[in-house]
Nanobody, 121 residues
Framework: QVQLVESGGGLVQPGGSLRLSCAAS????????MAWYRQAPGNERELVAR???????IYTDSVKGRFTISRDNTKRTVYIQMNSLKPEDTAVYYC???????????????WGQGTQVTVST
C-alpha cells in the first residue's frame, strides 16, 4: 500500500555534493519518523540520519557537519543533502519511514529500493 522511491544518486568526486530525495506514495494517513540508511559492500546497513515528524534530527558521527536531513510534509518527501563527500561515503542509500496507512490504526516501517552513491576520482 506504500511505496518509497529514492532519487538523486550518482557518481561524484571527493569533496563534491549530492542531494537525495525519497517520495512516499500510497494510501497514507500519517508519516512519522523518516530516515536514511546506507550499505556498502561487505558492511552492515547503518543509519545515516533520522528526522521526526516535527523536524528533530539525529546523525551518525561520521556524517555530522557534512550531511543534512530534511523533509517536506506536504510533498511527503525526505531529503538528505550530502556535502564534502568522501570515498567512504560510497554505498547504496536507502530511504526508511514509519507510516500509518488509511486502513490501519497502527504504523509500520517501510523501505525504498535504494539508490547508488559513488564517490571516486
Amino acid at each position: 500500500q506504500v511505496q518509497l522511491v529514492e532519487s538523486g544518486g550518482g557518481l561524484v568526486q571527493p569533496g563534491g555534493s549530492l542531494r537525495l530525495s525519497c517520495a512516499a506514495s500510497g494510501r497514507i494517513s500519517s508519516i512519522f519518523d523518516m530516515a536514511w540508511y546506507r550499505q556498502a559492500p561487505g558492511n552492515e546497513r547503518e543509519l545515516v540520519a533520522r528526522i521526526t515528524s516535527s523536524g528533530n534530527t539525529i546523525y551518525t558521527d561520521s556524517v555530522k557537519g557534512r550531511f543534512t536531513i530534511s523533509r517536506d510534509n506536504t510533498k511527503r518527501t525526505v531529503y538528505i543533502q550530502m556535502n564534502s563527500l568522501k570515498p567512504e561515503d560510497t554505498a547504496v542509500y536507502y530511504c526508511n519511514a514509519y507510516i500509518r496507512v488509511v486502513t490501519s490504526i497502527i504504523a509500520e516501517w517501510y523501505w525504498g529500493q535504494g539508490t547508488q552513491v559513488t564517490v571516486s576520482t
